[in-house]
RNA sequence: GCCCAGGUGGCGGAAUUGGUAGACGCGCUAGACUCAGAAUCUAGUGUUCGCAAGGACGUGCUGGUUCGACUCCAGUCCUGGGCACCA
């Protein structure tokens, strides 16, 4: 019988579905392994052969363990709310529930059909109102402890898509997709507090084992700095000026001060002359994105207020102007300018002829401003001490003066928690009429979502619930009063946030999860997923842990306790551009080659006419190939493409679908492929070249074990050898988490083991173990030829026998000056002598020698001897 | 601009603590089987000189430390990723 994979991956599938072989239960009497990937998106193209990666790896893992003895949690779910089914609704019609739904069921097939040992039985749906019930409890308990509240905070509205966009959706100015144009609106929203946990956040990471630049990228994320707050009284005026400054050794010299557009205080402190130009000046930076502002760089703008400030330490009459190189998010939105030791102040204060102050010794601030650490100058009580001293004494005057006070601020933001959209989870709250806000009774959790039957936007600044009013217009249950339904949903990130949680008791109706369960199976062990969660996923997930934990809700500070992050499987396709901006199909078009392009930002102009154009993408089968194997366009004359490698994604046309791969070759081929590439954390150009090499070993594989006559007992010595330190060898890789090394080993066991006899039953035994984490379909097959009945699924590991690794001759390099010259067999246990002795003895040594006598010989004991010369 | 990761054959990649560079796979070459091909098997395969034995060179580049460097140090170039007026 020749190797089918069809036919046995279909029985195998079939055989683990119907006997639940994944199934886990809390076992205290065993220890427990969580190896958890990060949920999916199921969006509507289906799996590509990027995503499995980090799952087939997590697969080899979870079956390992098991074998190992470990109780394994290796569940699956869906991360379903998100705004590609509910645009995907706008223009057809059709509910994002049937969307999702579809999608997942086409997830959940393709999953399966890489035999991923997952316990289906916990799967979970974050849109289903059983998830959904708990996720808003939580946010209950977010609100109760003061972390949720209502604030004021601008959006980036689109009228045209009728939709709230993200920063990075908006380029300048205008929607990515449409090029529409997008106001910024201020609108009420919630907010979690997250920065109250910053501190923890920052320090908990040294509990974790995660990659570091992980780690470093959460730390510059909080972006902790210790420095003052001043406070800056404004002439002839009742208010002061508060700024945040990590230099208040620099304090004598700040030459002025600038407040952000947005602060609250300009049109207090704005005189009548300046207005006008003050509130043009606000304007304007209104008009721009965050990010049109950011990319602005060096040339800085800004405009006099007309009023005037003191400086606390000199009682110095410093003028207050606004510009839009200070950030209102960041620190009191307002800064003190010390041109002389900063290079931003110096930049504004060359640019409208401010004074420059040296108030730390070291630079030549006629070139540039110094912001290095020196002595104090010019700075009275400072004079002569150094930076760091300086900053300890000037913040302990601030004290004494009740003029400021040392603090520490963090980049790290409140979380901007709602969105003005569908699909996703209501808030389960009731806005009062006198218009406090009540939580929703949690035995009326939850609040679910209400049928809408028109999709399209309606232009009007309004999100899609608030068009329902008898979903809005409620009442209290408890006292009958008036209420109204928040019109907000929340962000995708909420469902993940807990889900890992959900994953150890998923059924519990009558509570979010049990404290046995939550106690028995976290922390995660190994948590798997792409590194572009580095920052948001992570901190939120962590964020909301820690509040969990401070309810004692949860046991552990940390969810995820080992992080790997998979290497991104990239797509080949071949670009040019064209002028058919707005995707019209029947637009009379120009084409251009990527020679013919260049780049202005983000944005591609053609060269010649300064027209902006768009990129398009072809994959390889319909690429034409000219004469002298140049790619060009298959219909358009004379346009060369440009070959890119990238991430894969619809637009691109660069996908490769799992589905293919399986129908050729088989899942375990495609997974075996996948585990050899590389190691995980790296990523790669797809290319379907080495499957096929995988394929052979799995047919060698098939052939030793249906084939051959197998002879009882563990074989010749060798035999025996190579089988045990194929074992220990395969072992120690999947500790490492290094299955690409463990599959080699493998292959030279199936090369080998008939080399001097027929295939030993015991060789086979363990080898069909060892298989089974990276071929599973295959090792089950092969295990049950082998006479066994049961899935080998809970079967032992194999065990090395120790007595076989150690070797009773060894090879011994020979080195002369360094070089590889010969090499030698000797007893294992041989002494210095013997193997010096041996190694000087050899011809080529002599050779080299040449007579001479070796100055110095080092012997490496099972290494190697080096003679010198 | 700043920070981080990584540069090893034609290709994907191996290489405990500094100790035989290139495991394993792909590709390629030759042979076996075959009428032939496919498939399979066997052998070879870093570059270079040599009939061979054997030598020289070789882990982005330039130096350094060492008996010995892919591995450690300094500098430099390239690629990928992150951050980007954070006071």
Same mark, same amino acid.
């Given at each position: 019988?020749?190797?089918?994979?069809?036919?046995?991956?279909?029985?195998?599938?079939?055989?683990?579905?119907?006997?639940?072989?994944?199934?886990?239960?809390?076992?205290?009497?065993?220890?427990?392994?969580?190896?958890?990937?990060?949920?999916?998106?199921?969006? @509507?193209?289906?799996?590509?052969?990027? &995503?499995?990666?980090?799952?087939?790896?997590?697969?080899?893992?979870?079956?390992?363990?098991?074998?190992?003895?470990?109780?394994?949690?290796?569940?699956?779910?869906?991360?379903?709310?998100?705004?590609?089914?509910?645009?995907?609704?706008?223009?057809?019609?059709?509910?994002?529930?049937?969307?999702?739904?579809?999608?997942?069921?086409?997830?959940?097939?393709?999953?399966?059909?890489?035999?991923?040992?997952?316990?289906?039985?916990?799967?979970?749906?974050?849109?289903?109102?059983?998830?959904?019930?708990?996720?808003?409890?939580?946010?209950?308990?977010?609100?109760?402890?003061?972390?949720?509240?209502?604030?004021?905070?601008?959006?980036?509205?689109?009228?045209?898509?009728?939709?709230?966009?993200?920063?990075?959706?908006?380029?300048?100015?205008?929607?990515?997709?449409?090029?529409?144009?997008?106001?910024?609106?201020?609108?009420?929203?919630? $907010?979690?507090?997250?920065?109250?946990?910053?501190?923890?956040?920052?320090?908990?990471?040294?509990?974790?084992?995660?990659?570091?630049? %992980?780690?470093?990228?959460?730390?510059?994320?909080?972006?902790?700095?210790?420095?003052?707050?001043?406070?800056?009284?404004?002439?002839?005026?009742?208010?002061?000026?508060?700024?945040?400054?990590?230099?208040?050794?620099?304090?004598?010299?700040?030459?002025?001060?600038?407040?952000?557009?947005?602060?609250?205080?300009?049109?207090?402190?704005?005189?009548?002359?300046?207005?006008?130009?003050?509130?043009?000046?606000?304007?304007?930076?209104?008009?721009?994105?965050?990010?049109?502002?950011?990319?602005?760089?060096?040339?800085?703008?800004?405009?006099?207020?007309?009023?005037?400030?003191?400086?606390?330490?000199?009682?110095?009459?410093?003028?207050?102007?606004?510009?839009?190189?200070?950030?209102?998010?960041?620190?009191?939105?307002?800064?003190?300018?010390?041109?002389?030791?900063?290079?931003?102040?110096?930049?504004?204060?060359?640019?409208?002829?401010?004074?420059?102050?040296?108030?730390?010794?070291?630079?030549?601030?006629?070139?540039?401003?110094?912001?290095?650490? *020196?002595?104090?100058?010019?700075?009275?009580?400072?004079?002569?001490?150094?930076?760091?001293?300086?900053?300890?004494?000037?913040?302990?005057?601030?004290?004494?003066?009740?003029?400021?006070?040392?603090?520490?601020?963090?980049?790290?933001?409140?979380?901007?928690?709602?969105?003005?959209?569908?699909?996703?989870?209501?808030?389960?709250?009731?806005?009062?009429?006198?218009?406090?806000?009540?939580?929703?009774?949690?035995?009326?959790?939850?609040?679910?979502?209400?049928?809408?039957?028109?999709?399209?936007?309606?232009?009007? =600044?309004?999100?899609?619930?608030?068009?329902?009013?008898?979903?809005?217009?409620?009442?209290?249950?408890?006292? *009958?009063?008036?209420?109204?339904?928040?019109?907000?949903?929340?962000?995708?990130?909420?469902?993940?946030?807990?889900?890992?949680?959900?994953?150890?008791?998923?059924?519990?109706?009558?509570?979010?999860?049990?404290?046995?369960?939550?106690?028995?199976?976290?922390?995660?062990?190994?948590?798997?997923?792409?590194?572009? &969660?580095?920052?948001?996923?992570?901190?939120?997930?962590?964020?909301?842990?820690?509040?969990?934990?401070?309810? @004692?809700?949860?046991?552990?500070?940390?969810? =995820?306790?080992?992080?790997?992050?998979? @290497? $991104?499987?990239?797509?080949?396709?071949?670009?040019?551009?064209?002028?058919?901006?707005?995707?019209?199909?029947?637009?009379?078009?120009?084409?251009?080659?990527?020679?013919?392009?260049?780049?202005?930002?983000?944005?591609?102009?053609?060269?010649?006419?300064?027209?902006?154009?768009?990129?398009?993408?072809?994959?390889?089968?319909?690429?034409? =190939?000219?004469?002298?194997?140049?790619?060009? &366009?298959?219909?358009?004359?004379?346009?060369?493409?440009?070959?890119?490698?990238?991430?894969?994604?619809?637009?691109?046309?660069?996908?490769?679908?799992?589905?293919?791969? %399986?129908?050729?070759?088989?899942?375990?081929? $495609?997974?075996?492929?996948?585990?050899?590439?590389?190691?995980?954390?790296?990523?790669?150009?797809?290319?379907?070249?080495?499957?096929?090499?995988?394929?052979?070993?799995?047919?060698?594989?098939?052939?030793?074990?249906?084939?051959?006559?197998?002879?009882? @007992?563990?074989?010749?010595?060798?035999?025996?050898?190579?089988?045990?330190?194929?074992?220990?060898?395969?072992?120690?890789?999947?500790?490492?988490?290094?299955?690409?090394?463990?599959?080699?080993?493998?292959?030279?066991?199936?090369?080998?083991?008939?080399?001097? *006899?027929?295939?030993?039953?015991?060789?086979?035994?363990?080898?069909?173990?060892?298989?089974?984490?990276?071929?599973?379909?295959?090792?089950?097959?092969?295990?049950?030829?082998?006479?066994?009945?049961?899935?080998?699924? &809970?079967?032992?590991?194999?065990?090395?026998?120790?007595?076989?690794?150690?070797?009773?001759?060894?090879?011994?390099?020979?080195?002369?000056?360094?070089?590889?010259?010969?090499? %030698?067999?000797?007893?294992?246990?041989?002494?210095?002598?013997?193997?010096?002795?041996?190694?000087?003895?050899?011809?080529?040594?002599?050779?080299?020698?040449?007579?001479?006598?070796?100055?110095?010989?080092?012997?490496?004991?099972?290494?190697?001897?080096?003679?010198?010369?």
């Amino acid at each position: 019988m020749a190797y089918d994979p069809k036919t046995i991956e279909e029985r195998w599938q079939r055989y683990w579905l119907d006997n639940e072989s994944f199934r886990c239960e809390v076992d205290p009497s065993r220890p427990k392994y969580y190896v958890l990937d990060m949920f999916p998106y199921p969006s @509507g193209q289906g799996l590509h052969v990027g &995503h499995p990666k980090g799952y087939i790896c997590t697969d080899a893992i979870a079956r390992y363990k098991r074998m190992r003895g470990f109780n394994v949690l290796h569940p699956m779910g869906w991360d379903a709310f998100g705004l590609p089914a509910e645009q995907h609704a706008v223009e057809t019609g059709t509910h994002p529930a049937i969307t999702t739904q579809r999608n997942i069921d086409t997830y959940r097939r393709q999953l399966r059909s890489l035999g991923l040992s997952y316990d289906w039985s916990r799967e979970v749906d974050t849109t289903d109102p059983r998830y959904v019930r708990w996720t808003q409890w939580i946010f209950q308990k977010l609100h109760e402890r003061g972390l949720a509240y209502e604030a004021e905070v601008a959006v980036n509205w689109c009228s045209a898509l009728g939709t709230v966009l993200a920063n990075e959706e908006v380029i300048d100015g205008k929607s990515e997709r449409g090029g529409h144009p997008v106001v910024r609106l201020p609108m009420r929203q919630w $907010m979690l507090r997250i920065t109250e946990y910053a501190e923890r956040l920052l320090a908990d990471l040294d509990l974790v084992d995660w990659p570091e630049r %992980i780690k470093r990228m959460q730390v510059e994320w909080i972006g902790r700095s210790e420095g003052a707050r001043v406070a800056f009284p404004i002439v002839d005026g009742d208010t002061t000026i508060e700024v945040f400054t990590t230099r208040p050794d620099t304090l004598f010299g700040a030459t002025y001060m600038v407040l952000a557009p947005e602060h609250p205080l300009v049109r207090k402190l704005t005189t009548e002359a300046q207005r006008s130009d003050v509130e043009a000046y606000v304007a304007e930076a209104a008009r721009k994105s965050e990010r049109a502002r950011m990319a602005d760089g060096e040339d800085k703008t800004g405009v006099f207020t007309g009023a005037f400030a003191t400086n606390p330490v000199n009682d110095a009459r410093i003028p207050v102007w606004i510009a839009d190189y200070v950030l209102a998010s960041y620190g009191t939105g307002a800064i003190m300018a010390v041109p002389g030791h900063d290079e931003r102040d110096y930049a504004f204060a060359t640019r409208f002829d401010l004074p420059i102050l040296e108030v730390v010794a070291g630079g030549n601030l006629a070139e540039a401003a110094f912001t290095g650490h *020196g002595t104090a100058l010019n700075s009275g009580f400072l004079d002569g001490l150094q930076t760091k001293e300086a900053k300890a004494r000037m913040n302990d005057w601030l004290e004494e003066q009740g003029k400021g006070e040392a603090t520490i601020n963090y980049k790290l933001r409140d979380w901007l928690f709602s969105r003005q959209r569908y699909w996703g989870e209501p808030f389960p709250v009731m806005h009062l009429d006198d218009g406090t806000v009540k939580l929703v009774p949690e035995d009326q959790l939850p609040i679910t979502l209400p049928k809408l039957d028109d999709w399209a936007p309606t232009g009007e =600044f309004e999100t899609p619930l608030s068009r329902v009013p008898e979903w809005i217009q409620t009442s209290d249950p408890e006292t *009958g009063a008036n209420a109204r339904r928040d019109p907000n949903t929340m962000p995708q990130w909420a469902g993940s946030c807990w889900y890992f949680l959900r994953f150890c008791d998923p059924h519990n109706d009558a509570e979010a999860w049990s404290t046995e369960a939550e106690r028995y199976w976290m922390p995660v062990d190994l948590y798997v997923g792409g590194a572009e &969660h580095a920052v948001l996923h992570l901190l939120y997930a962590r964020f909301w842990h820690k509040v969990l934990y401070d309810c @004692g809700l949860v046991s552990t500070k940390e969810p =995820f306790q080992k992080l790997l992050n998979p @290497g $991104m499987i990239l797509g080949h396709a071949y670009r040019y551009y064209d002028d058919n901006l707005s995707d019209d199909p029947n637009a009379a078009l120009h084409a251009y080659p990527a020679s013919a392009v260049r780049f202005e930002g983000e944005r591609a102009i053609a060269a010649a006419t300064g027209d902006e154009v768009k990129a398009r993408w072809l994959l390889r089968p319909d690429v034409r =190939f000219d004469e002298d194997d140049v790619p060009v &366009h298959p219909t358009l004359e004379d346009i060369p493409l440009e070959e890119v490698t990238e991430k894969m994604s619809k637009s691109r046309g660069n996908v490769v679908s799992p589905d293919d791969v %399986i129908d050729e070759f088989g899942a375990d081929s $495609m997974r075996l492929y996948e585990l050899f590439m590389g190691p995980l954390e790296k990523g790669a150009p797809w290319s379907t070249d080495g499957i096929p090499g995988c394929f052979r070993f799995l047919q060698r594989a098939h052939r030793l074990v249906t084939e051959e006559t197998l002879c009882d @007992g563990d074989g010749t010595e060798e035999q025996a050898r190579l089988t045990a330190r194929t074992i220990a060898g395969v072992t120690g890789d999947m500790e490492a988490i290094q299955p690409n090394t463990a599959i080699s080993k493998l292959m030279v066991w199936s090369r080998d083991i008939s080399r001097d *006899g027929s295939v030993p039953r015991a060789g086979a035994v363990a080898f069909v173990r060892m298989l089974a984490p990276f071929a599973p379909h295959l090792a089950e097959e092969l295990w049950s030829h082998l006479g066994n009945t049961a899935s080998l699924t &809970h079967e032992a590991w194999p065990e090395a026998d120790p007595t076989l690794l150690v070797e009773d001759t060894i090879t011994v390099a020979v080195q002369v000056n360094g070089k590889r010259r010969d090499e %030698i067999r000797v007893p294992a246990n041989a002494d210095e002598t013997t193997v010096r002795d041996a190694a000087l003895a050899t011809e080529n040594v002599q050779r080299h020698l040449d007579g001479k006598e070796p100055r110095k010989v080092i012997v490496v004991p099972g290494r190697l001897v080096n003679i010198v010369v």
